[in-house]
């Protein structure tokens, strides 16, 4: 095997594992319901945060809760992995 491409090969590798690191240190943040529900994901679309208002607990309303949380979550992994892909892609 070509050394130089052995070369290039670790070179990607290293880089591959830089970003990956610098993954786990970018945050990506959702909300909704007006700021009801508040998500926060690293690149590694690990959850770091979730915060829900008092407000919204206090309405009583289960199943609009449920849907809040879940629009954020979406929404914030939707974001996550836009970020990946645009993070990777210089690579």
Known sequence: MDKSILRQAQQLQAKLAKAQEELGSITVEATSGGGA?????????????????????????????????????NEAITKSQELVNKHLSSL
């Open 37 to 73: 529900v508040k998500v926060v994901i690293d690149g590694h679309q690990k959850v770091r945060s979730v915060e829900i208002s008092p407000e919204a607990v206090e309405a009583g309303d289960v199943e609009l809760l449920q849907d809040l949380v879940m629009a954020a979550f």
